[in-house]
T-cell receptor, first 113, second 116 residues
Framework: DSGVTQTPKHLITATGQRVTLRCSPR?????VYWYQQSLDQGLQFLIH???????AKGNILERFSAQQFPDLHSELNLSSLELGDSALYFC????????????FGSGTRLTVV | AQSVTQPDIHITVSEGASLELRCNYS??????LFWYVQSPGQGLQLLLK??????LVQGIKGFEAEFKRSQSSFNLRKPSVHWSDAAEYFC??????????????FGQGTILTVHP
């Protein structure tokens, strides 16, 4: 157990729907990073939050949004889902806002049918 | 734009044989360099990282990697592979500074199969 908790582990939903992926960082970590792992795009950085504030954005679609709450857990919201959004979504946490000391969670596998 | 290339999609070795996984990067300045391993159903685990200093870095599980600036490479090696090393390996780079500090760019991964 890495200490980073992602729920749910698996999610199957239909096109056009909206889902929320949840991430609880390791105790004491203030940063949360979201990555998407898909067969065609590989592992791609989506977004970084530090202590509730957005720090950096990567290749995140406009249909996707994220936030980090006061208790430091983070949610990634995916809407108007398309088949191509099927992927493994990873969350990672680190102690500070400027660190490569990532700890990854085990991911949420999203299947859009 | 920065990029990471892992030329080998799939490598098969026999248990006890040596291993080298290749990684080349394209970056404006020398980035920080990382190797991660992903076992089926698991998240990514950091094997080792290079920030500066000695270009040969040691990691966990008996892995090492060598940074070669002239070749923009950061190849991962292990002298004797164990069956439990079968997994997917990712090379990654990240900026040494700037607003994107902390953001990793990953290669496409190399799947390692180990034969008994």
């Amino acid at each position: 157990d890495s200490g980073v908790t992602q729920t749910p582990k698996h999610l199957i939903t239909a096109t056009g729907q909206r889902v929320t992926l949840r991430c609880s960082p390791r105790s004491g970590d203030l940063s949360v990073y979201w990555y998407q792992q898909s067969l065609d795009q590989g592992l791609q950085f989506l977004i970084h939050y530090y202590n509730g504030e957005e720090r950096a954005k990567g290749n995140i679609l406009e249909r996707f949004s994220a936030q980090q709450f006061p208790d430091l857990h983070s949610e990634l919201n995916l809407s108007s889902l398309e088949l191509g959004d099927s992927a493994l979504y990873f969350c990672a946490s680190s102690p500070t806002g400027s660190s490569y000391g990532y700890t990854f969670g085990s991911g949420t596998r999203l299947t859009v049918v | 734009a920065q990029s990471v290339t892992q030329p080998d999609i799939h490598i098969t070795v026999s248990e006890g044989a040596s291993l080298e996984l290749r990684c080349n990067y394209s970056y404006g300045a020398t980035p920080y360099l990382f190797w991660y391993v992903q076992s089926p159903g698991q998240g990514l685990q950091l094997l080792l990282k290079y920030f500066s200093g000695d270009t040969l870095v040691q990691g966990i599980k008996g892995f090492e990697a060598e940074f070669k600036r002239s070749q923009s490479s950061f190849n991962l090696r292990k002298p004797s592979v164990h069956w439990s090393d079968a997994a997917e390996y990712f090379c990654a780079v990240g900026p040494a500074g700037g607003t994107s500090y902390g953001k990793l760019t990953f290669g496409q991964g190399t799947i390692l199969t180990v034969h008994p």
